[in-house]
């Protein structure tokens, strides 16, 4: 056996990559086909996050041991790590072929419901995990993944049971813990929850799931923030496909009751409450999670969880909202026109703006969002600087028109631009 191979799979298992990474370069260096080192080098350069990188030794491999199953696999975990469209059932595909070239393998099918599980099909997930603890009862992976299942099809006292089984068997597990802190939160013990998110961060400090939980733990301890985290704990229970028909019906029902109210103006006391409801709804769904990051930056933990995107996030939406209150405050005292313009456009701005901030994760993943929503700001303060200063009625006009027009149509152009970086 190759010397450098071994000393890359043991600074692998000691999660020493950038040292493994160096050791297989060696390895390959002096035998340009191995196998086993382009194997071990697709892992190493996936727990780095350089996935079309991994993605091309996993295939690299295929083409040198297409009989392997175990290459197979490793393929499916590459594939799956690229979120580029086609990519899940393309890792479907591959480790479909590992478990049929070996069933017996318990990590094949726990691979296989984690790609379910990121398709928002639950049921496929718990099934993988069951034929995964079928084989394997104590696969720590495979019962996290069936809590996590369990917990999308609202059988939480199953999920509870699992996660507790899982802890007492292996209580240095910050995946376990993270996941038991999910659960908590799903039956509103935040308190409890924090404690398992505390212990996840500390078994491994990187850890983005237990990271996310523990602000979601302290921000559900806020009144009004927690009605909106169960709305969003609910939705994402939805597969992809319900999610878009909630979505849309909750539209079309606003627009339904918008037009039965201009039709029937004896029924507006009844139609108002639904139309004002679907509004606040609407745009609070949008700023809520930068808007509570706000609240989350005078924790004495959770301050330390944001990281510079949310941080960024939520200082734009502290300032759009001190502007606007500060610019419709002068406008009260004063009467002129450029500041209730000026209190509208900040105002509004808010929901592109936290929309962006609520759609990804870095400044990366949402570029075409961060470009939209300049656009409609620019577009915005031209229309009022023709109004105000060149007095252009036509201007001010066209630029609201499209202004508003961005506004209204921001939730659908998010979803197909954050697509579209794929």
Request: net charge neutral; charged share 20%.
């Amino acid at each position: 056996m190759n010397p450098n191979f071994e000393r890359a799979r043991i600074l692998y298992e000691q999660n020493r990559h950038t040292e493994a990474e160096r050791e297989l370069k060696q390895a390959l260096a002096a035998h340009p086909d191995d196998f086993m080192a382009h194997n071990l080098m697709t892992f190493v350069l996936a727990d780095q996050e350089r996935k079309d990188e991994a993605l091309e030794s996993a295939q690299r491999t295929i083409r040198l041991v297409p009989d392997w199953d175990f290459a197979w696999y490793s393929l499916a975990y590459a594939e799956w790590i690229q979120e580029k469209r086609g990519a899940s059932e393309r890792a479907i595909e591959a480790v479909e072929k590992a478990i049929r070239m070996e069933p017996s393998k318990a990590d094949y099918h726990n691979l296989k419901g984690e790609i379910h599980f990121g398709k928002t099909e639950w049921q496929d997930a718990l099934d993988a995990a069951e034929r995964a603890l079928g084989l394997e009862s104590e696969h720590v992976a495979a019962l996290n993944l069936r809590a996590k299942s369990l917990v999308k099809l609202n059988r939480k006292a199953d999920a509870n049971d699992t996660l507790d089984w899982a802890i007492r068997n292996d209580p240095e597990n910050p995946n376990t813990h993270a996941n038991k802190g999910w659960a908590l939160i799903e039956r509103d013990q935040y308190d409890e929850a924090l404690v398992h998110f505390k212990e996840a961060l500390r078994l491994d400090p990187g850890n983005e799931w237990a990271r996310e939980g523990l602000k979601n733990a302290i921000k559900g301890k806020n009144f009004l923030y927690r009605w909106m985290l169960k709305y969003f704990l609910w939705i994402s229970k939805l597969s992809e496909k319900n999610q878009w028909v909630f979505i849309i019906g909750a539209y079309l029902l606003y627009r339904g009751v918008l037009a039965l109210s201009r039709s029937n103006p004896s029924l507006a006391p009844l139609t108002y409450p639904i139309i004002i409801a679907y509004l606040v709804f609407a745009f609070s769904s949008w700023i809520a999670i930068p808007l509570s990051n706000l609240f989350l930056r005078l924790h004495p933990l959770g301050k330390h969880a944001l990281s510079p995107f949310e941080i960024t996030g939520s200082n734009l939406m502290g300032a759009f909202l001190f502007g606007g209150l500060f610019s419709g405050i002068i406008f009260l005292f004063s009467g002129q026109l450029l500041f209730l313009l000026l209190a509208a456009w900040f105002l509004l701005m808010m929901l592109p703006l936290g929309g962006t901030f609520s759609a990804g994760k870095d400044f990366d993943y949402v570029r075409n969002l961060i470009m939209y929503t300049a656009f409609l700001g620019v577009v915005g303060l031209v229309g009022i600087f023709g109004r105000i200063f060149l007095d252009n009625g036509m201007m001010f006009n066209s630029c609201v028109t499209i202004f508003g027009l961005g506004i209204f149509v921001f939730g659908f152009v998010a979803n197909y631009l954050v697509s579209r970086r794929y």
